[in-house]
């Protein structure tokens, strides 16, 4: 298989956008990510957000499930489906790992960016070498250019894909 030409990481938002059914913006995080799999644009994933996708699928999913069975098969329900969406990523995208050099790179942006979540965001975007963080984190748009990484949102980012048909 050859190297994708690009490389795009993308943020939690997106992936819950993609999983979660009644988010609005769901279907151009799905557009985006058939369309990235199409193009051979490689998709990656900060590990550290896999746990954040895990646990706010599993209390949305809970929730819409609220009161349509025992409250132990609702959990077993929403669990599995959670899980179910932790292996989608794994399949279709790469993780970019994190050592105590990227909580440093992190730390160090805290006077620019205080949000550590989002930092650490930014620092696999600069260990994986990504063109581009996908993420609709207005605050993170906002300050990624300050630490030398290309944001966009997922609507930008889909315009771009499709430029690559």
């Known amino acids: 298989m050859t190297q994708?030409?690009?490389r795009i990481l993308l943020d939690t938002n997106v992936w819950l956008d993609a999983f979660l059914p009644?988010?609005?913006p769901k279907s151009v995080a799905r557009e985006l990510i058939a369309l990235a799999l199409r193009a051979n644009v490689g998709?990656?994933?900060p590990v550290h957000v896999v746990a954040d996708v895990f646990?706010?699928?599993f209390i949305d999913i809970k929730r819409l499930l609220r009161g349509q069975g025992p409250d132990e098969l609702v959990a077993q329900a929403a669990r599995t489906t959670a899980w179910e969406y932790v292996n989608s990523m794994r399949e279709v995208a790469t993780a970019v790992g994190a050592d105590n050099s990227d909580v440093w790179l992190a730390s160090k942006w805290e006077p620019l960016?205080?949000?550590i979540g989002d930092n650490l965001v930014l620092a696999a975007a600069k260990r994986a070498q990504a063109d581009y963080v996908v993420t609709s984190d207005r605050q993170l748009l906002s300050h990624a250019a300050l630490v030398g990484v290309v944001a966009v949102p997922p609507e930008d980012m889909l315009a771009v894909l499709k430029t690559l048909r």
């Open 4 to 6: 994708p030409a690009e």
């Open 22 to 24: 009644e988010r609005a």
């Open 43 to 45: 998709l990656l994933y």
């Open 55 to 57: 646990y706010l699928a």
């Open 113 to 115: 960016h205080g949000d």
